[in-house]
């Protein structure tokens, strides 16, 4: 029986002392790979140009100035010469002497693109006329007439009672013959009203003479506005007249008339 218990033994022995050699080689193992050595290059500047970098001074990157695709000639002046001329779209540029982009002496033709001038008609700039030198021998700078109201009206420069006694008050922000003139008057209570301007029509016709001539005007607008509107008071490019009076009982209220030239 004590053999037996002996022979059985040594097998367990030997099982039990691999075990033990096998779980101490497990920490050991290590991993590697077949990826070459240049698989990050080094980007420190040393090794990407050849000589260490030289701070506060010039260095070799500084002079690298890199190949543009598809360039002909190229500093860093003048940028890219196309191969092909590309028809309508190089036609303002000027071939300068050294073959790059540039100003030169020659004319500049500006491409006709089709459909360009349809899209952006050309813009004006709003015309205005000073008043100086405008005063006739009276003091008055104008004469305005409405035939379908009866009115002919000598025009004074200011938009104050003084003038509307006497007619009708030029809006002195306003030209005084090109562009948009503007004109006010007294709806009632005076010599001189133009409460009546409410009832033109559109067509009617006005007339404005000055020293620099006579101009005829047809009317494009009649409205009622707030009396704290003086948008159609603006600078216009086209000639017109504008008029304004206050409206009966309504002070917070006026009648603005608007009429353009006839050419």
Request: charged content about 15%.
């Given at each position: 029986?004590?053999?037996?218990?002996?022979?059985?033994?040594?097998?367990?022995?030997?099982?039990?002392?691999?075990?033990?050699?096998?779980?101490?080689?497990?920490?050991?193992?290590?991993?590697?790979?077949?990826?070459?050595?240049?698989?990050?290059?080094?980007?420190?500047?040393?090794?990407?140009?050849?000589?260490?970098?030289?701070?506060?001074?010039?260095?070799?990157?500084?002079?690298?100035?890199?190949?543009?695709?598809?360039?002909?000639?190229?500093?860093?002046?003048?940028?890219?010469?196309?191969?092909?001329?590309?028809?309508?779209?190089?036609?303002?540029?000027?071939?300068?002497?050294?073959?790059?982009?540039?100003?030169?002496?020659?004319?500049?033709?500006?491409?006709?693109?089709?459909?360009?001038?349809?899209?952006?008609?050309?813009?004006?700039?709003?015309?205005?006329?000073?008043?100086?030198?405008?005063?006739?021998?009276?003091?008055?700078?104008?004469?305005?007439?409405?035939?379908?109201?009866?009115?002919?009206?000598?025009?004074?420069?200011?938009?104050?009672?003084?003038?509307?006694?006497?007619?009708?008050?030029?809006?002195?922000?306003?030209?005084?013959?090109?562009?948009?003139?503007?004109?006010?008057?007294?709806?009632?209570?005076?010599?001189?009203?133009?409460?009546?301007?409410?009832?033109?029509?559109?067509?009617?016709?006005?007339?404005?003479?000055?020293?620099?001539?006579?101009?005829?005007?047809?009317?494009?607008?009649?409205?009622?506005?707030?009396?704290?509107?003086?948008?159609?008071?603006?600078?216009?490019?086209?000639?017109?007249?504008?008029?304004?009076?206050c409206l009966a009982n309504h002070p917070?209220?006026?009648?603005?008339?608007?009429?353009?030239?006839?050419?």
């Amino acid at each position: 029986m004590k053999l037996m218990r002996h022979a059985l033994s040594v097998p367990l022995l030997a099982l039990l002392f691999f075990s033990m050699s096998t779980g101490a080689s497990a920490s050991d193992y290590t991993f590697t790979t077949q990826a070459p050595s240049d698989y990050y290059p080094s980007s420190s500047y040393e090794d990407v140009y050849g000589s260490r970098y030289n701070f506060g001074g010039a260095n070799v990157v500084d002079y690298q100035i890199p190949e543009l695709e598809f360039g002909v000639l190229s500093t860093t002046q003048t940028g890219i010469m196309e191969k092909v001329r590309l028809p309508g779209l190089q036609d303002a540029v000027v071939t300068a002497p050294g073959g790059g982009y540039g100003i030169g002496p020659g004319p500049v033709e500006i491409a006709d693109i089709p459909g360009l001038k349809d899209n952006f008609p050309t813009i004006t700039q709003p015309a205005y006329t000073s008043v100086e030198g405008m005063k006739r021998s009276d003091g008055s700078i104008g004469t305005l007439k409405i035939p379908s109201l009866g009115i002919n009206m000598k025009v004074w420069e200011g938009e104050t009672n003084a003038s509307m006694r006497k007619g009708l008050g030029h809006y002195s922000s306003t030209s005084a013959w090109d562009g948009n003139a503007a004109f006010c008057g007294h709806n009632r209570g005076a010599r001189y009203v133009i409460g009546d301007i409410k009832d033109l029509e559109i067509g009617d016709t006005i007339t404005y003479t000055t020293v620099y001539g006579t101009r005829t005007y047809a009317v494009s607008m009649v409205r009622t506005i707030s009396s704290t509107d003086w948008s159609y008071l603006q600078a216009t490019a086209d000639n017109r007249v504008t008029l304004t009076t206050c409206l009966a009982n309504h002070p917070e209220k006026r009648i603005c008339v608007q009429a353009v030239e006839v050419v």
